[in-house]
């Protein structure tokens, strides 16, 4: 078993097609569907069941998943350790993030470090803060930016970047726009709007609700910051934010302070225990922000 045949199968893994898979590694799609052959030969078992349209991996190919993914991380590492001590950053970093976290601008530190490191070669990648921390753990992401909202996994720690109450943002049409502060039970009769499940900002807010026995049930789901002030705009409905949410559209929407002690807005660096070089010069790059 080669590495490169496990990076071809994370390749195929992840873009669920050869055609696509070929074309991220450069290679040919009969290049790559020999190497996955020789690959499920020395194994003993398919890896993937092939359609015309997408492959879906196997009981077999769903084992070694996880497992390439560490080896091919760990190799990558190699590599970066070498290179560092000649004093050259090079290799993939991968980053992930949530969309509008505030406190770091993250495509402005990103664009610092590669002026300061062109031998690195950067992937960005969003999702929420649970997958984030979930992707840190097994080792498919080298650095992400989050919102802290569940515990901290095995081999990941966090750096705090900054803290923030939260706010019920809402159209200057509702009723609760002319209110100076409000409480969650306030909003009992509200129709809200709010992120999926897995983001940050719900879960938190979903959490804090739950703690005081009240409901919060979402009646408009989304999965982009934009689409979310424009049904707040509309006044379909009002949502649970952070506080910085309020400086996006202050004169088309209101934010009313929300009094819940209990519920904070921590924005964090997260990184494994052993970060690869790449991360750590990142990390260090944004501590000195």
């Known amino acids: 078993m080669e590495l490169r ?13 050869f055609t696509r898979a070929a074309d991220a590694l450069r290679i040919s799609q009969s290049g790559l569907s020999a190497s996955i052959r ?16 997408r492959v879906e991996l196997t009981q077999a190919g769903t084992a070694l998943l996880t497992e390439s993914i560490r080896t091919v991380a760990s190799a990558s590492a190699a590599r970066d ?9 090079s290799g993939t ?16 530190q990103l664009a610092r470090f590669r002026q ?3 031998g690195v070669r950067i992937t960005l990648g969003f999702a929420g803060s649970t997958q984030l921390l979930d992707a840190l753990a097994t ?4 650095l992400a930016v989050l919102a802290v909202c569940s515990p901290t996994p095995q081999g990941v720690r966090l750096e705090t970047v900054s803290t923030e109450p939260f706010v019920v943002l809402c159209s200057p049409r509702c009723a609760l726009a002319a209110e100076k502060s409000t409480t969650l039970a306030d909003l009992a009769a509200e129709t809200f709007v709010g992120f999926q499940a897995d983001w940050a900002a719900r879960v938190l807010v979903d959490r804090a609700f739950a703690a005081e026995g009240l409901a919060h049930t979402v009646e408009l789901e ?3 910051v934009g689409t979310l002030l424009d049904l707040i705009e509309h006044d379909l409905g009002v949502a649970v934010v952070p506080a910085h949410f309020a400086h996006k559209r202050p004169e088309q929407l209101a934010a009313i302070p929300l009094r819940a002690p209990n519920l904070q ?7 494994p225990e052993q970060p690869s070089p790449a991360a750590r010069a990142l990390l260090g790059q944004l501590e000195t922000a």
């Open 139 to 142: 080792g498919r992401q080298d």
């Open 5 to 17: 045949q496990l990076e071809h199968f994370l390749a195929v893994a992840q873009e669920r097609h």
């Open 81 to 89: 350790a070498v290179a560092a001590i000649r004093d050259v950053l």
């Open 38 to 53: 020789a690959l499920e030969t020395e194994l003993g078992a398919s890896l993937f069941t092939r359609s015309t349209r």
């Open 222 to 224: 989304v999965n982009d």
């Open 93 to 108: 970093l991968t980053v992930g993030t949530e969309q509008c976290l505030g406190a770091i601008d993250l495509p402005e």
């Open 265 to 271: 807005w921590t924005v964090a660096i997260a990184i």
């Open 116 to 118: 300061r490191h062109p």
